[in-house]
Each structure stands twice: as C-alpha cells, then as structure tokens.
C-alpha cells in the first residue's frame, strides 16, 4: 500500500499546484484588465477632446504591451512548471502497475522474481522496493507511433538527414549568438561549414553585442554602408540610430548642448519621412538645463528605445542578407509542437473507423492545419485542373498564355504532342512551358 500512498501524494501535491495557479492567474488577469480599462479610457478621453496622441502616453501604451506579454509570458510558464508535476504522477502509477506485472507485491519488500535472459540466469530477491533502479518503460509516457505520420522519405538515407539536421543546429547556435558552441559541434560532428556561410552571422552578432553594452558605432557604420539597399526596404534602421545617438546625448546634460546641436544635422536626409520625431527632439532641448526626467519629453530617456533598436536592427539585417529572423530549426520545432497533436488525433481517428484510403500519401496532409500567420513564408498553389496541392515534384508551370497548371496536369492535356489550354483556345509546345515560384 506504500506505493499507492505515494501516488496519493503525488496527486495531491498537482491539485495543489493547480489550485495555486487558477488563483493567481485568474488575479494577474484581473489586474490586467483593470489596467487596459483606464487606459482605453485615457485614450477614449483623448478621442473625444481632438487631441493628438501625446508621447507620453504613447510610452503608456508601449509599457502597456510590453506588461501584457510579460504577464501572459509569466503565466505560461508557471503553467509548463505544473507539466513536471503532472508527469511525475504519471511516473509513479507506472512503477506501481510495473511491479504489479513483474510479480512484484504491493508494497512487499521480501517478493523476488527470478528468470534467464540468454542463458544466463537474473535474480532480484530481498531488496527494498524503493532501491530498485527503475525499469526504463517509455512506452507507458510517450506514444511510439510517431513515425507514422511522418513521410517514409524522411528516413530513407540516415546519414544525409543526419547532416543535414546538424546544419540546422549549427545554423540555430550561431543565429541564438552561440559561436562557440558552434564551432564545438563542427568538429566534433566533422561538418565542415563555409566561411561564407558564417561570416553574416558573424557580423550580426558583433554588431548586437555591441548594442547590448550601448555602443552603436558598429552598427552605424553597418547601416551607412548598406544604405542604399536599407532605403529600398524602407528601413528607418539609420534614422533610429542616429536619433538614440542624439538622445545619448541629450541624456548627458546642458554640457553635451552644443555637440548635440552639432550632430542633428545628420537629420537632414530624414525630414521629410521623419519630421514629427525630429520636431520632438528639437523640442526637447528647451527642458535640457532643466532636466529631460522631468519635463514632457521623459519618454525619450526610456531604456525602451535600445530593445527597440536591437530589434530593428535584426529583423531589417536579416531581411537585406536574406536570412529569417527566426532561425528554421526554431520554426520546425514551433510547427511541429502545434501539428504533431493534431495529426496524431487524426491518425488515430483513421485507425478506429478503418478508413485506410483516407491518408495514402504522407507528403499531403489529410486536413488542414492552422499554423498562424508567423509561420507562412510563402504562397500555396493547388492546381485548378488536379485539385491538388503542388509540390516539388509536381510544380506549378506557367503556359504561353499565362495560365498556370500543374506538370502532371498538363502531362495529362497532352494530345498529339500538342497541348491546348483548358481555359482558352491556344494551342501551344508542351516544352514552351515554365516553372514558376512563389
């Protein structure tokens, strides 16, 4: 009974937890909306009077986001922490029902079983219970059907996709800034990894750590000399750094007045997209012998602005070197924790109703599954003819006339070794056709 006892505790201990947490969490999301109340109501006010937006409380609103993340932030992890709870639980009912199965008492210190594995005989008698190392049983926590919903292909050559899932993590630890990890993994995996391929990384990282300890003159002199290409992306990365310069400072009192006014002149290029920001910080320079910290331009010292600047700068980086910001191992890993759920349901729905013409092609899912916004890089095309999704081996293909279809569709309107378009007359080379992406 000792072993049932301690599975009482174990559950005990979970109801605690989760007692714990729905009270916490249903006070933090009170606090919450009581907070964006009188804020929609400042901002309702301010509506109504015709009044521009002030900075300031264009700073609430930011401070306002940023307590919303952090709040929903602080909930979900305290919501992961009641997983492990929950998982020991399921780990001490298995060891109960394993001893049960291995004839082992409830909670009976003297019981032994005996038996030959291979010839050779394996012994377990008058032992405590407890001392026993625990029988490794990982189909009793996790479901081992995994495979199968997973394309075959995956599996087909364990050596490339092994290479090829190191070059994931390698890629991961030098986007995360882990170059030393790294560079450890490389040779110990024997990957051999371009320099070409390292050296965006390499500077992106240099350049945020260097705006972490609040030096922007790297990252400066980065945007000056790809301005031309920032420009076409519409970037206000160079305009964003000289004004923190400015503000830098503006920070440093009425003795940094002078080279202050000095250095807005590089505020020129930018007036005609950004005037507002630089109408404010001339303003500001009125309240500089009196101290910004107390005048109605406070919202310039926010240490905000260089989490800001941090952002922009790798997502407007990333964007001109045609990397993600978010690296792909980090994605698929997303993805696949909100797939996975769902195409094991489905999968087992399948097997219950036996409908096994249901999901014949493990390369195209039976249904849709909804991934969010963040993770769409690119558009889908179904063929109009087919009805079917393309892929890379059935891709779009753009006809003379500009209709597109897919390859096995118009592998299939061949006649004759000519090919007549579906939706008007042309008749055109099958050959004259080409393959578009998206």
């Known amino acids: 009974m000792e072993q049932c006892a301690s599975v009482e505790r174990e559950v005990d201990k979970v109801l605690q937890k989760f007692l714990t947490y729905g009270q916490h969490c249903e006070q933090s999301l009170e606090e919450l909306l009581h907070y964006v109340g009188q804020l929609r109501a400042e901002l309702a006010n301010a509506a109504l009077q015709g009044t521009p937006l002030s900075a300031t409380l264009s700073l609430v609103m930011s401070q306002c986001c940023r307590k919303i993340k952090d709040t929903v932030q602080k909930l979900a992890s305290d919501h992961k922490d009641i997983h492990s709870s929950v998982s020991r639980v399921g780990k001490a009912i298995d060891r109960v029902s394993l001893r ?5 008492g409830w909670g009976c210190p003297g019981a032994s079983v005996s038996g030959s594995v291979g010839g050779g005989k394996v012994s377990m008698s008058s032992m405590d219970a407890e001392s026993r190392s625990p029988v490794s049983c990982p189909r009793q926590n996790f479901d081992s059907e995994i495979c199968g919903v997973v394309s075959d292909a995956v599996w087909d050559s364990r050596e490339k996709q092994q290479q090829i899932l190191q070059m994931a993590i390698v ?14 993994l490389c040779q110990e995996s024997t990957l051999n990894v371009d320099l070409d391929f390292k050296q965006p990384f390499l500077e992106l990282n240099r350049i945020l750590e260097a705006l972490h300890e609040q030096d922007l003159g790297p990252a400066l002199e980065w945007a000056i000399s790809h301005r031309q290409r920032l ?3 519409n970037s206000s990365l160079e305009f964003k750094l ?9 920070a440093s009192g009425p003795e940094k007045q002078l080279e202050a006014l000095s ?4 505020f020129q290029p930018f007036a005609r997209l950004h005037q507002r920001e630089i109408q404010v910080m001339m303003g500001s320079l ?3 012998r009196l101290g910004l910290e107390k005048s109605p331009y406070c919202h310039l010292l926010d240490n905000s602005h260089w989490a800001e600047i941090c952002e922009t700068f790798t997502r407007d980086a990333c964007s001109l070197l045609g990397l993600s910001v978010e690296s792909p191992l980090s994605v698929s890993f997303a993805s696949g924790c909100v797939a996975l759920p769902v195409l094991m349901n489905i999968k087992a729905v399948i097997e219950q109703r036996q409908c096994t013409g249901v999901w014949s092609h493990k390369d195209e899912l039976p249904i849709e599954i909804e991934l969010g916004m963040k993770c769409w890089y690119h558009s889908v095309f179904a063929c109009p003819i087919l009805r079917q999704q393309t892929s890379d081996s059935n891709p779009p293909i753009k006809l003379i006339c500009g209709h597109v279809i897919s390859r096995d569709a118009l592998n299939k309107l061949i006649n004759g070794g000519k090919l007549k378009c579906p939706y008007c007359p042309m008749e055109q080379n099958p050959a004259d056709g080409k393959r578009i992406i998206f």
């Open 242 to 250: 000289h004004r923190l310069h400015f503000i830098r400072l503006l």
């Open 231 to 233: 420009l076409e992306l």
């Open 171 to 184: 890629e991961h630890l030098y986007q995360q800034g882990m170059l030393s990890v790294a560079e450890e």
């Open 263 to 266: 250095y807005a002149r590089h």
């Open 286 to 288: 009125v309240y500089l």
């Open 100 to 104: 049960a199965s291995l004839g082992w």
